[in-house]
């Protein structure tokens, strides 16, 4: 197994890498939020276009990954499932869909508890507020669509365990530049034992969600005998990763880590949209134990010793 990135995932990487660095990350998402500035629809469409060229699993993972360490807007993130830029839709409890991304879309891809699948435009949009304030979100109706097939669907989630570990490593960036620039009482507050322990810590997981989002993508790409547990396994790493690297960026930054004007809050509000997306840290967990969220053995069908006990939530 090789767990190196080869020439093929080298290249799509360098088809986005210029038009991300050019046009989103941390500096541009702070210009973008204080002048009221969105990404250009060309941009968009850019961009989803050199991401969706990524057809394997291993190279459309580490594309995900520059997507996620820029901030790259969700539709670009969905147009690597659907081939076009998409909005991404989860069930709502009380029915209906939440809509991430723009409400226009042609294509809308949907995240099941089950299966992840296409459907067409929703048929109504009741718009709500979104706790990441650069992507649209609403109550929506869908129409039946179209299941991805399992290799498709597992592809899927590779690629949103690889941006998820490009937001952990976006962050630690994003808070080690500050707390080299930062000074206080004459000197970088990088200088104090406190922040460069919380920054090696973020470093720690930035590497563990790389290593093991690889390792899964490659698990995927060439039929290991545990495919989804490796899977599993990379977007819970990536999933705590990308949430605890953002609450450092923010504590790092002090009282501007939460306002509009610094964009280290981007990076929480984003790893949390996207694990809804993966259908939150409850599920993500009973993957990884090998069962869904009600406790009933993915593997068997048949109910585990701990089916209808609530796994217990983050912290």
Known sequence: MDLLPGPTEDAAVARVRPLLDAHLGAVAWGRRL???????PDVIARLSAAAGRAAGVTDATVVAVELGRTLAPIEVL?????????????????GGFTLFGPHDAAVVVVWGDEAVGLTDPPTTVDT???????????RATLTEGRALDGAAAARSRSILAGYLAGLARGAQDLAVEHAKTRVQFDR????????KHALAECATRTEA????????????????????????AAVRTATAAADAN???????????GYTLECPAHLYLAR?????QLLGGADRIRAQLLGRRADGRDLRSGHDSP???RRLPRDR
């Open 34 to 40: 204080r002048d009221d500035e969105p990404v250009p």
């Open 306 to 308: 701990d089916a209808g």
């Open 209 to 232: 969600a790389w290593a093991t989002v690889l390792y899964g993508a490659t698990a995927l790409a060439e039929q290991h005998p545990e495919p989804h547990f490796w899977l599993a």
């Open 271 to 275: 790893a949390r949209l996207v694990t």
């Open 78 to 94: 969905t147009a690597m499932v659907a081939g076009a830029p998409a909005a991404a839709a989860v069930p709502h409890p009380a």
């Open 188 to 195: 970088p507050i990088g200088a104090n034992q406190a922040v």
């Open 246 to 256: 953002a609450r450092t960026a923010i504590q790092v930054h002090g009282g501007r």
């Open 128 to 138: 709500r507020a979104c706790l990441d304030p650069t992507t649209p979100m609403a």
